[in-house]
């Protein structure tokens, strides 16, 4: 029998996934768990997938390479989907594409499988990724290939003798890892509607936060985090404590109409205190250390960055030339940044830095002022040069309509 890798969660789409695709495709299956933090059927995803059928279940902990490979350099781009998105579920799935081309290489498999619908963008994810790793690779998505309900998969699984209780149907369709956890589908359906309470699980509502504000302190060599609080920590048990953290103090929601890959529309609710922590951060230290100009372009490689990741064209030569441009902009973003984490909200309110562009002694409006503000005045008669020019030349005499280009009020 021909082997398949899947890239098998323990939620009940995979788990019936192994054994249509043992039964109805005639494939050995080899269910690969990817760990990256945050799932809650990791506990149960051996005993799961072995139940369901499959030659074995392989669990790989990738939780360090995610962070370290995905996360973080998303982080140093500011790399955040349509200005809302922190793209938890997106960094993760060519890590995931990545491994399951790997073990299938292992495990002398000729095919790959995802429990991707064919609606979102994941499955554009995977297919892409995996097709650029080894086209030689079949790829089989059964819940793309035929959606079958939910009572039917559990009808499904009983009729091979499969009798795993899955309990109640969560409300909401989930998707969580370290970075962040997505949630859509169910009542936030209708983008009028405020999600109810069940659709947050990782962060308190900003009622519910403690009324005293935390405070923190984030170290970034590089544009990478690498202390809290003085203390240098590795990057999952930051990441990790940031959430538990910022998910305490409210911090981390987003409420998002988000544009598709696939031309849909949709609502969709996020939770990524961590990320949202370490964003706003970076920001701060980079407002420090980059010139105007590197700060203005670097925003829209951010955004461009943001959309190849969430578009699924992580392995791709563009990918590279972006990932040098950033990395050349973070060669001084490093220093500290003080954060507050109060109801709802993470605000900088302190930031230093060796390579800091901030001078005191210019900015101040102190005795102490190192500026020489008479060099101002030949400064400004260069700069408004060709603009008093164009107002001879072309509005003399029409003082009227220059006010009405300067300041349009209609026919007034
Ligand atoms: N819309 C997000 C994305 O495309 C998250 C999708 C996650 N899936 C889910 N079942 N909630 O990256």
């Known amino acids: 029998m021909p082997k398949l890798v899947l890239a098998y969660s323990g939620g009940l789409d995979t788990t019936t996934a ?4 043992a039964v109805e495709r005639g494939y050995e299956v080899i269910a690969l768990n990817i760990d990256l933090g945050r799932s809650k059927e990791q506990p149960v995803v051996e005993e799961r997938g072995l139940a369901a059928g499959a030659l074995k279940v392989r669990v790989i902990d990738a939780k360090e390479d995610f962070v370290r490979y995905f996360a973080f350099p998303a982080l140093a781009a500011g790399a955040v989907y349509q200005d809302a998105y922190p ?3 997106a960094l993760a799935r060519p890590l995931m594409a990545k ?12 095919a790959v499988a995802h429990g991707c619908t064919g609606k979102g963008n994941d499955q554009v994810r995977f297919d892409v990724g995996i097709q650029t790793l080894d086209p030689s690779l079949e790829i089989v998505a059964p819940t793309r290939e035929q959606a079958m309900a939910r009572e039917t998969q559990i009808e499904y699984l009983k009729q091979h003798g499969i009798d795993i209780p899955w309990g109640d149907k969560g409300p909401f369709s989930i998707d969580e890892n370290l970075w962040g956890r997505s949630a859509e589908a169910g009542v936030l359906e209708d983008p009028w509607q ?13 009622e519910e936060a403690p009324a ?14 690498v202390t809290l609080d003085g203390a240098e920590i590795n990057p999952v048990d930051l990441v990790e404590r940031l959430n538990d953290l910022g998910g305490l103090h409210g911090v981390g929601r987003v409420d998002h109409i988000e544009d598709r890959l696939v031309g849909i529309k949709s609502r969709e609710i996020y939770e990524a205190p961590a990320a949202v922590i370490l964003l706003v951060a970076h920001r701060a230290l980079e407002a420090m250390t ?9 925003k829209y490689i951010g955004a461009e960055y943001a959309e190849l990741i969430y578009n699924g064209l992580w392995f ?12 050349s902009t973070q060669r001084h973003v490093s220093g500290t940044v003080r954060v507050r984490l109060h109801r709802g909200n993470a605000t900088v309110v302190g930031r230093t830095a060796p390579a800091s562009l901030y001078d005191r002694g210019l900015a101040t409006y102190d005795r102490d002022d190192t500026y020489d ?33 300067a300041m349009p009020r209609g026919d007034a």
């Open 99 to 110: 491994l399951l081309v790997d073990v299938a290489h292992e495990e002398g498999a000729t």
């Open 290 to 298: 980059l010139s105007k100009q590197q700060i203005k372009l670097k």
């Open 212 to 225: 005293e504000p935390a405070y923190l302190e984030i170290g970034y060599e590089h544009g990478m985090p």
């Open 18 to 21: 192994i054994k249509w695709l």
């Open 87 to 89: 793209l938890a579920t």
């Open 316 to 327: 791709s030569p563009h990918h590279q030339d972006i990932a040098a441009y950033v990395a």
């Open 194 to 206: 405020e999600p109810p309470a069940e659709a947050y699980e990782w962060t308190r509502s900003a």
């Open 373 to 405: 503000q008479s060099a101002a005045v030949g400064f400004i008669s260069i700069w408004g040069l060709q603009t008093r020019v164009q107002a001879r030349r072309q509005l003399l005499g029409e003082l009227p309509e220059t006010l009405k280009i």
